[in-house]
């Protein structure tokens, strides 16, 4: 139907009843001129009612009312009536509907009425409105009944549609399984579907078999569990999802078709959610082949679970870093139960801390309550991915933590939906220095308390991405010094050689060079206490009694190095240097990125004593690739430096 907004206004000063009031309209076939037939046989006046001016004689009026009259009674046109009374100098508007049943050309060319049951009025749309002159020159109005005229096509498939199950607010995280329900209410079916979702990081498509899967256990690990890969059919932005339908879905007509889709609110905040269907029609009209369908939610989001994560390396072992997990409630009345911990990548693995422990001994995490976590993690033994044609095979989960006391069934963030929600927040969650090595994916995953008590009727799960987490430290070169802590030797004999090894690694995304510079026998003085030659407490240090090196006590200083350790600068005790490095005074090497590698060291000590071997240095710079712009430059904080020695003691006793 065609519904068309007139407003009737009553000059005069006493009330008057129209009734009967209805549009002229003319249909025709598709290749007559309506137009040039409706103009050729009359005339307005500058008011728009009908003349008889260009009429030949008031016989040809009178016919011309009567095919209107005619043609408004035909069964080729429906259209409504209204009746309405109007007081004096009194407006109101109408609404008027003509609904064509036969194809062709459709011209609305003007309304009558009926006045107080008696006199008929007449109201042409094609009126030739005054011209008026502009800077010298005529130009015509636009005539009204130009948007008048329309071209009727056999009747097509319309799809209705909705969400079912779609909340009008949910809290930040929460994961739900909605259905798109479509209804074909026409005799015709329509195929060859696709789906526009305009927010996919909030509204992803599932597949057909979600619909009737349990759900959350529809998402927790198989035995046989194998990647699933995403929608071949689906073409991927930041911004949007363009999703086909499988070739065999048709929707037949005086049909309802339903298809699952994953619900996730992701941020809080208000969220506008456009979905747009388009479906097409075979063998119906030459005219228009599809149609679309447009369908729009708002959704409230909440705040529920702060998540953050501090990352730090390892005091104690190379290639490993410290976890800390910082967690908020935000909500007034929500509790939420934490459930599993997941690192995404092949890269790394995760564990819990203390390893044999609960990484969160009270699970449970009231309205208001804030928790810290501490997990360990490390490069993989894999280097590579297993093969598979999935877009997302960089990003598969292989280290899970489940958290709580009890372990539970782990979920599978490798698979839809948690796999592909996780690729649209890596695109959200985008930073300069995303999609290195040194950069990490986390998955945090709880449930309310109602739900894992069982008091609400629906189970309702949340997960919280934190993606491309960088686990590089102000420098990107750390080192482990392993060799022996004390031995026995006859220095009677000789003087005694030590082997050392440094393990170096870097943990940038580029290649670094290092070079290890060792001191010469003058600056080798590192003795702690000898048995040989110990300097007693000079005078001024008071009624103190006791063997020690003053050095300690009066040189130590704290250095910058990334241990943070205390390191002290011993002064000579005597003109002979108690130890000395053996090999050359400098060594240079290179590491690649997110890679270690073993350098030997040699020192040689001449008298028994512990010695703390920390009189070296490291210097360190990144061998950045060539860039024009010097973008990659300034993503990187820091490209150069010098550290000093880590604390090495080693002792060394006088053989019997």
Not at 369 to 385: D, E, G, I, R
Request: contains cysteine; aromatic residues 8%.
């Amino acid at each position: 139907a065609i519904k068309v907004d007139l407003e009737f206004k009553n000059p005069l000063k006493i009330s008057i009843s129209v009734s009967g009031v209805s549009l002229i309209c003319q249909l025709s076939e598709k290749t007559d001129s309506v137009e040039s037939e409706v103009s050729d046989q009359h005339a307005t006046d500058k008011d728009g009612h009908l003349s008889t001016s260009g009429l030949q004689n008031d016989l040809e009026l009178k016919k011309l009312k009567s095919s209107w009259e005619t043609n408004s009674c035909n069964s080729s046109i429906c259209q409504s009536e209204v009746d309405f009374s109007l007081g004096g100098c009194e407006t109101t508007k109408v609404h008027l509907a003509v609904t064509p049943q036969l194809e062709g050309v459709l011209n609305i060319i003007g309304v009558r009425w009926k006045l107080s049951g008696s006199t008929v009025g007449y109201h042409n749309f094609d009126a030739i409105l005054e011209k008026k002159r502009v800077k010298g020159k005529r130009r015509t109005r636009k005539s009204p009944s130009s948007n008048l005229k329309f071209t009727v096509i056999k009747s097509l498939p319309k799809l209705e549609g909705s969400i079912i199950h779609m909340p009008e607010r949910a809290y930040a995280g929460e994961l739900r399984r909605v259905v798109l329900e479509l209804r074909n209410q026409s005799k015709y079916p329509v195929k060859n579907l696709k789906m526009k979702i305009s927010h996919p990081r909030f509204l992803y498509p599932g597949r057909l078999e979600d619909i009737k899967a349990e759900f959350p256990s529809c998402l927790e690990k198989q035995i046989d569990c194998k990647l699933k890969d995403m929608h071949a059919s689906s073409i991927q932005s930041s911004s949007n999802l363009l999703f086909s339908f499988p070739e065999d879905v048709t929707v037949h007509g005086e049909s309802t078709f339903s298809w699952p889709l994953w619900l996730r609110a992701a941020s809080p905040g208000s969220i506008p959610l456009y979905i747009s269907i388009y479906y097409e029609m075979e063998n119906v009209s030459n005219d228009m082949r599809y149609r679309t369908l447009r369908v729009h939610y708002n959704i409230e989001v909440l705040p529920s679970l702060d998540v953050s994560f501090q990352i730090s390396p390892s005091p104690s072992r190379l290639s490993e870093f410290l976890v800390r997990m910082d967690i908020v409630n935000k909500t007034s009345s929500e509790s939420f139960q934490l459930k599993q911990f997941s690192s995404v990548g092949c890269e790394w693995e995760i564990s819990s801390l203390p390893p044999n422990g609960t990484a969160c001994p009270s699970q449970l995490l009231i309205a208001g309550q804030a928790l810290s976590s501490f997990f360990k993690l490390k490069k993989s033994n894999k280097s590579t991915c297993e093969p598979t044609t999935s877009s997302l095979s960089s990003h598969v989960g292989r280290s899970d933590v489940s958290l709580g006391p009890q372990a539970g069934v782990l979920f599978d963030i490798s698979s839809t939906p948690l796999a592909d929600f996780h690729h649209y927040e890596r695109l959200h969650q985008v930073k300069s220095n995303e999609g290195g090595p040194s950069n990490v994916d986390f998955i945090l995953i709880a449930q309310t308390q109602d739900s894992i008590e069982g008091s609400s009727g629906t189970v309702r799960l949340f997960c919280h991405h934190a993606c491309h987490c960088s686990i590089a430290s102000e420098s990107p070169v750390s080192w482990r010094m392993d060799g022996p802590q004390a031995l026995h030797h006859d220095f009677s004999s000789s003087f005694c050689e030590i082997g050392l090894c440094m393990t170096i690694h870097n943990s940038s995304d580029y290649i670094a060079s290092v070079r290890i510079h060792t001191p010469g026998p003058q600056s080798s003085i590192g003795q702690l206490s000898d048995a040989a030659g110990i300097a007693q407490t000079p005078k001024s240090a008071g009624n103190q009694e006791g063997w020690y090196d003053a050095s300690l006590v009066n040189d130590i200083k704290v250095t910058s190095d990334v241990m943070g350790t205390l390191s002290g600068k011993p002064s000579s005790l005597d003109s002979t240097a108690p130890y000395i490095w053996s090999a050359s005074s400098s060594t240079k090497v290179e590491v690649g990125p997110m890679s270690s590698t073993k350098i030997p060291l040699q020192v040689s000590l001449f008298s028994p004593g512990t010695y703390n071997l920390s009189n070296y240095n490291l210097h360190w710079s990144l061998l950045l690739p060539s860039n024009k712009d010097g973008l990659v430059r300034d993503q990187v904080r820091q490209t150069s430096g010098t550290i000093q020695g880590h604390s090495y003691h080693l002792t060394v006793l006088q053989s019997p």
